[in-house]
């Protein structure tokens, strides 16, 4: 059930034009969806501005495809993380019109035209390396399909510091910053130095074996230098994005 369609039921309750018990009938299965392995909840897009997000680490690929059929009945956008290239081939065979970002490892499915933007400006994502872009990428999808406008900067860590002192008026036109990096994770201490923005700093989990699978870049992180840094949890691009995005659209 959508926003507007709550509102218009409501309204004819107030009107009486539709009984209480009726209504009630109506409601009381839109919540949530039981199905033996999962709850879906229906109303996290009323609750929280979209539905519920489907993470597929860890699901079976029955479960993913279940829980995907009964998300889509309900709602005109959906967006799973996580999903391995082998389990797409399954969705886009039960879904055409799915759309899968290699790199972020998301699938998008939309049964409406493209969502307004309702930002007020431009989340900029920004890794330190190349090989930090699938959680970039992660990001950039779940900001996307949120509805905020995106623009990326990648590879422009600090073994070449020029790259990111170059692209000083992208970060001043941004109005958050998704900062990623592994190794010593030092680029979000350094942006924060450079810019007023509010900045989201998410540890990469790449690195050699000192870096811990992201421990290390995270703890840099957590003791920057650098005031008013956030820092999400290792790898964490959909989390990053569901933050700047809800920044993105304050008033």
Known sequence: MTPNRLKKLLSQVKNGALPVEEAYGRLKGFSQEELGFATLDHHRHIRQGFPEVIFCLGKTDRQILTLLTHSVKRHPRILATRVKPETFQLISTEFPSARYNELGKTVVISRADKKKLKSKGAI??????????????????????????????????????????????????????????????????????????????????????????????LLTMLNACAAGIGVMNIDNGFGAAVLAHRINTLT
């Open 124 to 217: 900029l994502i920004i890794t330190a390396g190349t090989s930090d872009i699938y959680i970039g990428e992660e990001a950039r999808e779940t900001a996307t399909i949120l509805g905020s406008r995106v623009e990326t900067l990648y590879d422009v860590g600090v073994a070449g510091i020029h790259r990111i002192l170059d692209k000083k008026s992208l970060m001043d036109q941004a109005r958050v910053l998704i900062v990623i990096a592994g190794m010593d994770g030092v680029l979000p201490s350094v942006i924060g130095g450079l810019s007023d923005k509010p900045l989201i700093a998410v540890p990469s989990s790449q690195g050699y074996g000192a870096s811990l699978n992201g421990l290390a870049p």
